[in-house]
């Protein structure tokens, strides 16, 4: 397979997964004492035309990427 395609595939894979999910979260660790520990979660919301983007430049490079082996 040829690289486009293959970013193209992981495009629309993250494209759809973040648009079903509605953003990403990060995790980090807050406060680190001995064995305890606290960590704090932070939702990253992203709108869904950007996840719509994603997906059709992921669609527009495998479709090139397909076409140009042909």
């Not at 293959?6 to 997964?17: F, H, N, P, T």
Request: hydrophobic share 55%; net charge positive.
């Amino acid at each position: 397979m040829r690289a486009s395609v293959i970013a193209g595939i992981v495009l629309i894979i993250a494209g759809v997964a973040v648009y079903f999910r509605g953003g990403f979260t990060t995790k980090e660790t807050v406060l680190d004492v001995g064995p305890v520990s606290v960590s704090a979660e932070e939702r990253h919301p992203v709108e869904p035309w950007i996840a719509g983007l994603v997906v059709v430049a992921g669609v527009v490079l495998v479709s090139t990427g397909a076409r140009s082996r042909a």
